[in-house]
């Protein structure tokens, strides 16, 4: 047996990882920050497994300084993280200064410890006030976005220079306004589609306003991504729902932004399910607003989990459904249908997701191909993890968290990841999802994403094997994984 000899990454190739506000901050009611959506939908009866919420969750709110530290010692290049609207335009309008002090102070001690600061605008926590108006279905909130993008860029224009507008709008739409599953909770084709369209305008506007006030800036935005196959590429019914999940889930949003149009088949996908909802949608498409949205971006950050195989036909052993077994009704994410996803004998997360490396591969050189690179952006993992139920223990004397599976999930991705920057792929940079075990939306506190371990009885952090390893590929920017597309 020959030994695999090491891989090293591009100099410039950068090493992160990721949280988001909502998840991690708690204080949730402290220095005049005021409910998001989210702080709502967990007081709804069933919505959020055991009632969890966000009111405390890892307290970075007051441990910043401490995470940064440990970020330092890890070794991260650059720690991606999204401001929380409610905490600084509280209802939507008026600045409460203490807000942005913390996002000040945060930002401060990263570029004291060398961490890139990497700034995403919206991660799914938009201000309740704002969703009490009608939130993403009404044109005037892509508009109080923008308005708070311009606040965050006054406080901050001087010292973060990466700015992702929207972290995976397809959740923020579709998950959240017709399949139910996230906050607000509604049910709604209609509600699911204005909102996606909202929120491209808004990330649209937002890039438009920021570049105009300074060019230097790095502006993007953040898709989540599935690799769609057909159960039976034999089956053209199987096919069929492939291009429907792919559609809905990464077309809807990449031809918009990289083409300035939306995907016509999907269109007439909706059409044919909801013809009063698509008219809505179309009434809500005015003029111009695709030129805005098509504005170019330097950077497209691609979020990957997991691929799906579907079939057009309900499977006799269906795999159990990625999504939290809620209380409340689950309607479907893909209101015009995708087909069902079907077992094909892949290992599964504690999530019941697909592990599979190389659909990150495969995304990236799609992605790569058919959009960024025509037109010219760069491209960033800007999400990519895994939860296991991990078990702490102590090794001489040391408490331990031996998470092997997210330490093999975490070296075959990056393993993926190069694989497609040695194909030609122009992709620049990792974050792993997430720096901490954090607040899961739907699954509260029960799935762990983290490769530090957050004990919330004490808050006390430990890094994980998998974080252990990480600052090792850091530190050697090597890892010995084999290219599995040779
Ligand atoms: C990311 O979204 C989020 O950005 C992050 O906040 C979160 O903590 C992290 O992932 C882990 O969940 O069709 O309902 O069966 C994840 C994107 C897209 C992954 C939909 C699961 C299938 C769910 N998700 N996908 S479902």
């Known amino acids: 047996m020959t030994a695999t000899p090491s891989r090293t990454f591009p100099s410039d190739f950068l090493f992160g990882a990721a949280t988001a506000a909502f998840q991690i901050e708690g204080a949730a009611f402290e220095d005049g920050r005021r409910a998001s959506v989210w702080d709502t939908f967990c007081r709804v009866p069933g919505a959020v497994i055991n009632a969890d919420n966000g009111d405390v969750a890892c307290d970075h709110y007051h441990r910043y300084a401490d995470d940064v530290a440990l970020m330092k010692r890890m ?136 570049r105009a006030r300074d060019e230097s800036l790095d502006l993007g935005i953040t898709l989540n991504f599935t690799v769609a196959d057909p159960a039976d590429p034999d089956n053209p019914d199987d096919v069929d729902a492939a291009r429907r999940l792919d559609g809905q889930h990464n077309r809807w949003f990449l031809d918009p932004v990289f083409r300035g149009q939306y995907p016509a088949d999907i269109v007439e996908d909706f059409r044919a399910t909801d013809s009063a909802a698509t008219e809505a949608f179309e009434a809500a498409v005015l003029p111009g607003d695709l030129d805005v949205i098509a504005t170019p971006i330097d950077a497209l950050g691609v979020n990957y989990y997991h691929g799906d195989a579907v079939s057009a036909a309900e499977p006799a052993n269906p795999p159990e459904a990625g999504h939290a077994p809620t209380d409340r009704p689950g309607a479907s994410p893909f209101p015009a249908g995708s087909g069902y996803p079907v077992e094909r004998g892949l290992g599964r997360t504690a999530m019941h997701w697909e592990i599979q490396p190389h ?77 901490l075990d954090n607040f899961e939306w739907a699954w509260g506190y029960e799935k762990r994403f983290g490769i530090v371990r957050v004990d ?27 290219n599995a597309t040779l």
């Open 75 to 210: 070794g991260l290049q650059t720690y991606r993280f999204s401001t929380s609207w409610a905490r600084v335009r509280p209802d939507g309008g008026v600045v409460n200064a203490k807000g942005l002090d913390f996002y000040e102070r945060l930002v401060d001690e990263l570029l004291e410890a060398d961490v890139l600061p990497w700034l995403t605008l919206y991660h799914w926590d938009l201000p309740q006030a704002l969703q009490d108006e009608g939130g993403w279905t009404v044109r005037s909130t892509a508009d109080k976005f923008t308005e708070y993008a311009l606040t965050m860029h006054d406080a901050l224009g001087d010292r973060v220079k990466v700015w992702t507008t929207l972290n995976e709008p397809w959740c923020a739409s579709f998950l959240s306004y017709t399949a139910g599953l996230h906050a607000p909770g509604h049910y709604s084709m209609r509600e699911g589609l204005l909102a996606s369209h909202h929120l491209l305008l808004g990330h649209g506007q937002t890039v438009r306003e920021l």
């Open 359 to 435: 659909g990150l591969t495969r995304l990236l050189e799609r992605v790569w191909n058919e959009y960024a690179q025509p037109a010219g952006t760069a491209l960033y993992v800007t999400e990519n993890g895994a939860a296991f139920d991990d078990v702490v223990t102590e090794i001489d004397g040391e408490t331990r968290v031996p998470d092997a599976g997210r330490t093999d999930f975490l070296r075959s991705h990056l393993g993926a990841v190069l694989d497609a920057a040695e194909a030609g792929v122009d992709v620049r940079g990792y974050f792993y999802w997430s720096m």
């Open 456 to 482: 919330y009885d004490t808050q006390e952090r430990v890094l994980k094997d998998s974080g252990r390893e990480y600052s090792r590929i850091i530190a050697s920017r090597t890892i010995d994984v084999p």
